[in-house]
């Protein structure tokens, strides 16, 4: 089975920033495509960021565009997700996704196209 697990959140205010990580305890992300998704209480999960295994293609929500960056470290085997200028309505849990058919260049943001998805880790910002 595979586990994805999500770290990172917590509680901070308006304006601040978090970090978000993702690990594989138990494959590689080796030729995946990583992304993003949130979903706050009452709504339907929502994608956020996605990254191509080459890292050559990023793609963003438009509500997070110029405030959020995902990268990943492939030796790490981890995906990050940078989040600055935070807004109360980014409160959300955060989980992370894996597409194991995707090419090297491709980062898709559909929750049907992903594999793997992590439990996520709680994101809330105060206003």
């Known amino acids: 089975q595979v586990q994805l697990v999500e770290s990172g959140g917590g509680l901070v205010q308006a304006g601040g920033s978090l970090r978000l990580s993702c690990a594989a305890s138990t494959r590689t992300f080796t030729g995946d495509a990583l992304g993003w998704f949130r979903q706050a209480p009452g709504k339907e999960r929502e994608f956020v960021a996605a990254i191509s295994w080459s890292a050559s293609s990023t793609k963003y929500a438009d509500s997070v565009k110029g405030r959020f960056t995902i990268s990943r470290v492939n030796a790490q085997n981890t995906v990050y997700l940078q989040m600055n200028s935070l807004k109360p309505e980014d409160t959300a849990v955060y989980c992370c996704?894996?597409?194991?058919?995707?090419?090297?260049?491709?980062?898709?943001?559909?929750?049907?196209?992903?594999?793997?998805w992590g439990q996520g880790t709680q994101v809330t910002v105060s206003s």
């Open positions: 996704a894996a597409d194991v058919n995707a090419n090297f260049h491709y980062a898709g943001g559909a929750i049907h196209e992903y594999d793997y």
